[in-house]
């Protein structure tokens, strides 16, 4: 299942896009319930991560993700393992093995990453893009987009709209929330703070902030090619790459690091995977007592 992501614009953030449309659309008798219930219904960062927790659960069952010895995994966590515990997140990382140019972080902490965004960027680019999608996290912007989710689907019925509490959602509905959270537009204010998170990031830590306007110039050329159709609809909502690339530029020259960067071809490997499914993954043998 194809879905957009959150960040690879800004940035591949950082990034989105999906073969199937997450709107709802509300009609009178759901709109009365959203609105009844929006004044008084309370949305935690507690219940973000766990309604992230679930709907990422899903997402994961529903793609081919690279084992632990596969060597996109390995490079990944090559990469960010270190950063596990980090601004008060458990991160957790997974690669989706897709050819899409994309990666997403949720409100629980779960960072995924498309080998195809692997195979066009090197590792401090990989770092950049990831450090965006964690800015999201970081800046409650992966939050509200889980509660805003949450609200058009859960509250269709009403189902929270009195109590004020979480209500339990079917695997229908949680499905439809995934989908949403991941395809849902950050303002342009929203992913400029997450730019700019990914290169505090970058800094703080010692890498190459340099790196920054390398990954915005690999979107913007991207978006001139083969696949601009695809990089103009997931970055619709997000600043122009090529500006993005040029404020980073400025802030590295501000800050007397700028240097021209060279970008390291990724070393890509084959990888064979098969697509896990519920059935292999979750039910256990049972057996008949005679």
């Not at 632990?68 to 458990?90: H, M, Q, S, W």
């Amino acid at each position: 299942m194809k879905r957009k992501s959150v960040f690879l614009v800004a940035l591949v953030a950082f990034m989105g896009f999906s073969t199937a449309n997450a709107q709802i659309n509300l009609g009178e008798k759901a709109l009365g319930a959203v609105q009844k219930g929006y004044t008084g219904f309370t949305f935690s960062n507690e219940d973000a991560a766990k309604m992230s927790k679930q709907a990422v659960a899903k997402m994961d069952a529903e793609h081919v993700i690279a084992g632990p010895t596969d060597p996109y995994t390995v490079r990944l966590n090559k990469i960010f393992g270190k950063y596990t515990n980090a601004y008060g997140l458990e991160l957790n990382y997974k690669v989706y093995v897709l050819k899409e140019v994309n990666a997403f972080a949720t409100a629980d902490g779960s960072v995924r990453v498309y080998t195809g965004l692997m195979d066009v960027m090197d590792d401090n680019e990989l770092l950049v893009v990831i450090g965006h999608e964690i800015g999201h996290v970081v800046n409650k912007d992966s939050r509200d987009a889980a509660r805003a989710a949450y609200q058009k689907e859960a509250l269709i019925d009403g189902a929270a709209s009195q109590s004020g509490t979480i209500a339990a959602v079917t695997d229908s509905q949680l499905g439809k929330i995934g989908s949403a959270m991941i395809d849902s537009k950050h303002s342009r204010k929203q992913e400029s703070e997450a730019d700019l998170f990914a290169y505090e990031f970058m800094k703080k830590n010692g890498y190459d902030v340099n790196a920054v306007e390398s990954a915005f110039s690999i979107l913007a050329k991207m978006s001139e090619g083969a696949q601009s159709d695809f990089l103009t609809k997931m970055m619709s909502s997000h600043p122009d790459s090529k500006e993005r690339a040029e404020n980073a530029r400025k802030r590295a020259e501000k800050d007397g690091l700028y240097k021209p960067y060279v970008h390291q071809t990724p070393v890509v490997t084959p990888v064979k995977t098969t697509k896990p499914t519920a059935k292999t993954t979750t039910k256990k043998k049972t057996t008949t007592k005679k």
